[in-house]
Each structure stands twice: as C-alpha cells, then as structure tokens.
C-alpha cells in the first residue's frame, strides 16, 4: 500500500455524517431509556396486584435459603427453597432489582425502544469508523478523535453483545448513552482532525494490533467502571435497607430496580478480569513495536509509564477482590481508581504531556 496515498474526502464526509447521525439516534435512545426509568416505576395497580395474590416471601431459619409461600384461593403452596450463595462480602441475600422497566409494561416497552435505537444508532457508528478507515485506507485510530470514536463504538458493541447473549444488562443503557454523546460530542467539538495520514512512525501492522487491543480492553474496563460505581450506590442503599431506614421517593425506587449490591460487584469483577489479559497483552504489544518504531522495548515514556500504572492498578485490584479483606466497597474504589489511571492516560497524557506518543492531533 502507498502510505502517501491520497485521501478519498468523499469517504471522509461520509463518515462525519454517519457519526453525526450516530449521535442523533444515541440521543433518541437515552431519551427513551430516560422514559423507561420515569415510567417504569410499578404502579400502584401491580403493587394492589401482588398484594392481592398474597405472595410473600419469607426467610427460613437456615442462613442463605430462602422459602416462597403463594397463596392462592385458600390453599397454601411452598415452592422449592433457592439457595442463595454468597459471592462477595456484601452479599446478604437480597435479589435482584426488576430493572429499569420496574416490571411496568409502559417501562418495557421504552426499553425495547431504546435498545432498538441503539442497535441502529451502532449500525451508522460503525459505518462512520468503517468510511473514516476507507478514506485513508488504514486503521482508523491514528489519532484522539479516531480513536474516541472507535471506543465509544466497542464499548456499545460489547454492551449489544451481552444483550444477544441474554444477559440482563439493559440497566447500563441510560448510563452508557449518556457517556457515548459525551465521548462522540467532545470528539466533533474538540478532538475533530480532518482524515489524513499517518506520520511515517505509525505505518505498522502493529497499529492494527496494539491499537485495537487498547480499545477493546477500555471498553470493556469502562462497563466494568460503570458496574462498580452503581455497586457502591447500591450498596450504601441496601445497608440503609437491613437497618431499617426508609428508603422512600425516586432515589429509592431507582436503587430499588437495580441488581443487587452483590451482582453489581460480580459484574465488575467479571469484567475486569475478563480484558485484564488482553490489557497485559496491549502493554506488550507495545514494547514489541517500540523496539522495531525506536530501537528500545521500555524508555519511560509517559503514555508506557501510564499504561503500567494502570495494569498495576487493575493487578492490584484483582489480587484484592480475591482477597477476603478487601472485597466490596475497597475493591469498586480500587477499580474506580484504575479506571481513573485509563482514563488520565488516555486524555491527560496525549493532551498535556509531551513524549513519543504525541500522535493525537490536537
């Protein structure tokens, strides 16, 4: 491939369109996920109808069982007792939130709106990523603007992923849109470079791979983030639950219909550990392309410096989750920190220090 090939400005107006016109359905879906929340509060109508079928539940005298009694018509039914585990300190048996549609019909059908807004919302992001590649023809993240656009698309793609897999994850959509319309309005805004190419030290197929490994991995920490941020809401709600203090108005109904403290904490978790591999991979890949771009695998630069610290901080992070001490509200600060660590080398580094990895074109 010519690296001073010209560049195709049709395909790079396409490509501001789409992601233009991205950011206008992302904002549809946050208004409709925004919609799902207000009105998907149970109404007064389900809570007069659980009362009336006399459905309770009751906790049985063994630690971690819980036993349902319906009682229906007169006759008394005692349903299979759940176990619950245990998996996190902050676990107390408490189940999961009915999510953002509170078990109202009007909620859930908001909901499926929003998602259906988001996939279409992702299908012009991803065309606006794949024009901007095709008008350079080269990896589209060679600078901030690119690659805030690449991440904020893999980190709604993963989010779709989950969904296809079924799992129950639409709670992140209202919090994951509104960051999506921040991240692509301050991309257009502030970080916009016209489609160009690339200074002679980033013609690699190493940009492909150490890149695209980087975003991946911050996508997936950012969800992660999410997770251990509501966690901590949650369980503050939930301590003030087993104490006995009213947890009434729209704050306690928000907190009511997330998951539990403890399934909060996993997600993180999962997450975190999921991607750290491919973050340890990233920081290799990196040193591998250092020593063929500089003749060194490690000089200290501020954007290595910075990609260290934070798989220290996620290290760190995993090695206390485990650890029996420092699960629950230590652990999400730590995890908050580490992503904190991401977020500063991303922003913090490429904008106000200098070194070999200025590339970001603003």
Same mark, same amino acid.
């Given at each position: 491939?010519?690296?001073?090939?010209?560049? $195709?400005?049709?395909?790079?107006?396409?490509?501001? /369109?789409?992601?233009?016109?991205?950011?206008?359905?992302?904002?549809?879906?946050?208004?409709?996920?925004?919609?799902?929340?207000?009105?998907?509060?149970?109404?007064? %109508?389900?809570?007069?109808?659980?009362?009336?079928?006399?459905?309770?539940?009751?906790?049985?005298?063994?630690?971690?069982?819980?036993?349902?009694?319906?009682?229906?018509?007169?006759?008394?039914? =005692?349903?299979?007792?759940? %176990?619950?585990?245990?998996?996190?300190?902050?676990?107390?048996?408490?189940?999961?939130?009915? #999510?953002?549609?509170?078990?109202?019909?009007?909620?859930?059908? /908001?909901?499926?709106?929003?998602?259906?807004?988001?996939?279409?919302?992702? =299908?012009?992001?991803?065309? #606006?990523?794949?024009?901007?590649?095709?008008?350079?023809?080269?990896?589209?993240?060679? $600078?901030?603007?690119? @690659?805030?656009?690449?991440?904020?698309?893999?980190?709604?793609?993963?989010?779709?992923? =989950?969904?296809?897999?079924?799992?129950?994850?639409?709670?992140?959509?209202? @919090?994951?849109?509104?960051?999506?319309?921040?991240?692509?309005?301050?991309?257009?805004?502030?970080?916009?470079?016209?489609?160009?190419?690339?200074?002679?030290?980033?013609?690699?197929?190493?940009?492909?791979? +150490?890149?695209?490994?980087?975003?991946?991995?911050?996508?997936?920490?950012?969800?992660?983030?999410?997770?251990?941020?509501?966690?901590?809401?949650?369980? +503050?709600?939930?301590?003030?639950?087993?104490? #006995?203090?009213?947890?009434?108005?729209?704050?306690?109904?928000?907190?009511?219909?997330?998951?539990?403290?403890?399934?909060?904490?996993?997600?993180?978790?999962?997450? $975190?550990?999921?991607?750290?591999?491919?973050?340890? @991979?990233?920081?290799?890949?990196?040193?591998?392309?250092?020593?063929?771009?500089?003749?060194? /695998?490690?000089?200290?630069?501020?954007?290595?410096?910075?990609?260290?610290?934070?798989?220290?901080? !996620?290290?760190?992070?995993?090695?206390?989750?485990?650890?029996?001490?420092?699960?629950?509200?230590?652990?999400? !600060? =730590?995890?908050?920190?580490?992503?904190?660590?991401?977020?500063?080398? !991303?922003?913090?580094?490429?904008?106000?220090?200098?070194?070999?990895?200025? !590339?970001?074109?603003?």
């Amino acid at each position: 491939m010519n690296i001073a090939a010209a560049v $195709n400005e049709n395909f790079a107006n396409y490509s501001n /369109y789409l992601i233009r016109s991205a950011m206008f359905v992302y904002a549809l879906a946050f208004l409709a996920h925004l919609a799902e929340w207000v009105f998907g509060a149970r109404s007064r %109508v389900a809570v007069q109808s659980a009362a009336l079928t006399g459905e309770a539940e009751q906790k049985s005298a063994a630690p971690g069982v819980t036993v349902k009694v319906t009682a229906r018509g007169g006759t008394t039914t =005692l349903e299979r007792p759940k %176990v619950v585990t245990r998996a996190s300190a902050s676990d107390r048996g408490i189940a999961d939130g009915p #999510g953002a549609a509170g078990g109202s019909e009007k909620g859930d059908l /908001y909901g499926r709106i929003a998602v259906s807004f988001t996939v279409l919302a992702w =299908l012009l992001h991803f065309g #606006g990523v794949a024009f901007r590649a095709a008008s350079v023809q080269r990896a589209p993240w060679g $600078n901030m603007y690119e @690659f805030s656009t690449t991440f904020g698309m893999v980190a709604v793609g993963a989010y779709l992923v =989950l969904l296809a897999l079924k799992k129950d994850v639409r709670w992140i959509g209202l @919090f994951l849109t509104t960051t999506v319309l921040l991240d692509l309005g301050l991309a257009l805004s502030v970080l916009y470079t016209s489609s160009d190419q690339l200074v002679p030290a980033l013609h690699s197929y190493w940009l492909w791979i +150490h890149v695209s490994c980087a975003i991946i991995s911050g996508a997936v920490f950012y969800l992660a983030a999410v997770g251990s941020l509501l966690y901590l809401f949650r369980d +503050h709600f939930e301590v003030a639950l087993t104490a #006995g203090r009213a947890q009434d108005g729209r704050w306690g109904d928000i907190m009511r219909r997330l998951p539990s403290a403890a399934t909060l904490d996993k997600f993180a978790y999962r997450m $975190n550990a999921l991607v750290f591999p491919l973050w340890t @991979f990233t920081i290799i890949a990196g040193a591998i392309w250092a020593q063929a771009a500089w003749g060194h /695998y490690w000089e200290w630069d501020p954007k290595e410096t910075w990609s260290f610290i934070t798989w220290v901080a !996620y290290a760190g992070y995993l090695h206390a989750r485990a650890t029996a001490g420092w699960k629950g509200r230590k652990a999400a !600060y =730590l995890a908050l920190a580490a992503f904190a660590c991401f977020l500063f080398n !991303y922003y913090g580094v490429n904008i106000f220090v200098t070194g070999k990895h200025s !590339y970001a074109g603003v």
